[in-house]
């Protein structure tokens, strides 16, 4: 008898929580909704089905589960039916998206990835604490604060390795080269992620800078590079946004600001709720503009976002030519909405559009199997054709992402290329040669002994392949050693400037530029 009253209890316990929840979702939301059209009697069958759920679950599951965890889990479910974009964000989330956004944390200073089941300093950075004490990039971190770092995840050892500026950490780095592994007490300090990891002169009078995303910092810096680079001399201006999957909105609006006029539109949402529905227009004089000189914006599959923001304004007000490829075409806008002290949901709540009234999102689907993003445009539909509104009156197109005006189609690595960079073996090849071999110079050559050592690391990391692949591959596998010795011996910034000498779509910018130093028939040039 008692035993029946302890289950009546947990019963009754359970349907009242299922009740709370109930009454909570409708009063805090199914309301609302019923002002916008929906029926009272669907919503309220609707969320009695979860209820429900909710109640079996808790009543009836074999050990007895956490609610929060149940809720947390039914909210990322339920966000995920919506598109890729819109998620739930727990205090980890949070943390991520702060970081992401301010540009900062507190850590050691170094890019890491896990190679070979182990913790592997891909680069310091430098001016942090991890540059200071000599850490290395190749260096294993093998223990966090005594405990095994062996097959820890990237994330794991990022949890681990952050904390509060001024805090201290313990790790134990084993060092190609050296026989025993050996200890370090990092005291954390306050990183700044740079948005400009590298800026310089191609040719002589031509400024090329490469942003690598949005935060609060993109603006300032890249008034700083611009102004750096003109007084080294530059004419004109390469701006690399490849690979740069956005970020801050304020950000790309502050960008654009630097080459467009006061006034200019840069972007417009439309949403469905009013408040959706705003201009962002540049406030301020523009620092470099068409006077000063021309300028190309390279784009790729990976500029998304904020990216393709700033290379639709430059495009539709024909301030920038638009070189390398269609990019990704992620052009939805997310809303942090908290809902508890340590959560909040990441919605998409509208859509953005270039000046000239381009939808810059489409279907990248295939992001959940089976399932397609709601959000997308239709994309069987010939691509629509629009008019820039600088004067020229060039012809851009829509249908999603920014189509560049020149398009340089990088080659594909083959299968020898990709299983080499996959594995990670020219790093690790990098590592190897500098120990064996200190002090090389920066005009060092990779000649027949070097590729003999490297064949024989192949040999044994058992990576195979054929006479004709490796005759094929000859000099990318050249070039992708010297990029990683380069990178080892002298840093990142030495390791981009290498890389950018034959970067296809740099030199066509650079030969365009070269070619065409008036603006005007810069962009003629790319109607050709």
Request: proline share 4%; with cysteine.
């Amino acid at each position: 008898m008692e035993k029946g009253n302890v289950n009546m209890t947990r019963k009754r316990f359970w349907a009242l929580i299922g009740g709370l929840v109930l009454f909570s979702l409708l009063a805090g939301g199914a309301i609302g909704l019923h002002a916008q059209g929906y029926r009272m009697d669907e919503l309220y069958a609707t969320v009695q089905l979860f209820n429900r759920a909710f109640h079996e679950v808790m009543s009836r599951y074999v050990v007895l589960p956490e609610p929060k965890k149940l809720l947390h889990g039914a909210i990322r479910g339920m966000m995920g039916t919506l598109d890729p974009h819109s998620t739930f964000l727990d205090a980890a989330g949070m943390r991520d998206l702060r970081v992401s956004t301010e540009g900062s944390f507190g850590g050691i200073g170094i890019q890491i990835d896990v190679r070979d089941g182990w913790l592997t300093v891909i680069s310091p950075m430098a001016g942090t604490p991890a540059s200071r004490l000599g850490i290395m990039a190749g260096d294993r971190i093998v223990k966090i604060d005594g405990a095994t770092t062996r097959g820890i995840t990237t994330e794991g050892a990022v949890s681990k390795l952050r904390g509060e500026p001024g805090t201290k950490v313990d790790i134990t780095i084993a060092r190609e080269g050296v026989a025993e592994p050996f200890d370090f007490t990092v005291t954390r300090a306050r990183i700044e992620l740079e948005s400009i990891t590298y800026a310089g002169l191609l040719r002589g009078k031509i400024g090329y800078i490469y942003l690598a995303n949005f935060s609060a910092k993109s603006g300032p810096d890249l008034r700083a590079a611009i102004r750096e680079l003109e007084g080294q001399g530059m004419k004109q201006l390469i701006l690399d946004l490849r690979n740069n999957p956005g970020g801050l909105l304020t950000e790309a609006v502050e960008v654009s600001s630097n080459f467009l006029k006061k006034g200019s539109l840069v972007v417009f949402t439309k949403g469905r709720l009013p408040d959706a529905n705003r201009e962002y227009k540049v406030a301020t004089d523009p620092l470099y503009d068409a006077r000063q000189g021309t300028m190309v914006v390279l784009v790729n599959q990976g500029s998304a976002s904020a990216s393709e923001i700033v290379a639709g304004a430059l495009q539709d007000w024909d301030r920038a030519l638009i070189v390398g490829q269609t990019s990704f075409g992620k052009g939805s806008v997310q809303t942090v909405i908290p809902i508890a002290d340590s959560a909040a949901i990441k919605l998409t709540t509208a859509k953005y559009y270039t000046p000239s009234g381009r939808c810059i999102h489409r279907d990248n689907s295939a992001w959940q199997a089976g399932e397609t993003d709601s959000l997308a445009e239709d994309t069987t539909k010939p691509a629509e054709t629009f008019t820039t509104l600088g004067g020229l009156k060039r012809t851009v197109y829509g249908g999603g992402g920014i189509a560049p005006d020149v398009k340089v189609v990088l080659p594909r690595l083959n299968r020898l290329e990709t299983d080499l960079e996959r594995k990670g073996l020219f790093f690790k090849f990098a590592v190897k040669y500098t120990t064996a071999h200190p002090g090389l110079s920066r005009e060092f050559a990779v000649d027949q002994p070097m590729l003999g050592e490297f064949k024989k690391m192949l040999a044994e990391e058992k990576a195979g392949y054929t006479p004709a692949e490796w005759d094929s591959s000859d000099v990318y596998v050249r070039r992708a050693l010297k990029r990683e010795i380069i990178s080892k011996q002298f840093g990142e910034k030495a390791r981009f400037a290498f890389w950018l000498e034959d970067d296809l779509q740099v030199q066509k910018a650079a030969e365009l530029l070269e070619r065409n130093r008036d603006l005007g028939r810069l962009l003629e040039a790319g109607q050709k």
